[in-house]
């Protein structure tokens, strides 16, 4: 019973940024993965960046460099920070945590629209 909300998201200009937030509650007892994904219209879910316990980050070519994932030290947020946005980046974004027993979760979504 894990439970994933996002918030952040809106209307930025391209060149802009924005700031997602992911709240993480509900009876976790070992977190393998949190990541945020993205779907854009016509196109398949993709995704768009990890973190580990650890600490290990992981982009997909098209955000690194101008996306930064990170956490509070109790894992009860999940952040997303974009920069230089384009208009490819439009979707809505949705955050992701996989868990210890194989158990996953998603978030509603937020949408993340980049126009002029």
């Known amino acids: 019973q894990v439970q994933l909300v996002e918030s952040g998201g809106g209307l930025v200009q391209p060149g802009g940024s924005l700031s997602l937030s992911c709240v993480v509650s509900?009876?976790?007892?070992?977190?393998?993965?949190m990541g945020w994904y993205r779907q854009a219209p016509g196109k398949e879910r993709e995704l768009v960046a990890t973190?580990?316990?650890?600490?290990?980050?992981n982009f997909a070519d098209s955000v690194k460099g101008r996306f930064t994932i990170s956490r509070d030290n109790a894992w009860n947020t999940v952040y997303l920070q974009m920069s230089n946005l384009k208009p490819e980046d439009t979707a809505v974004y949705y955050c992701?945590?996989?868990?210890?027993?194989?158990?996953?979760?998603w978030g509603q979504g937020t949408q993340v629209t980049v126009s002029s």
């Open positions: 509900g009876r976790i007892f070992s977190i393998n993965v």
């Open positions: 973190i580990t316990p650890g600490g290990r980050t």
């Open positions: 992701n945590g996989r868990f210890a027993g194989s158990t996953q979760a």
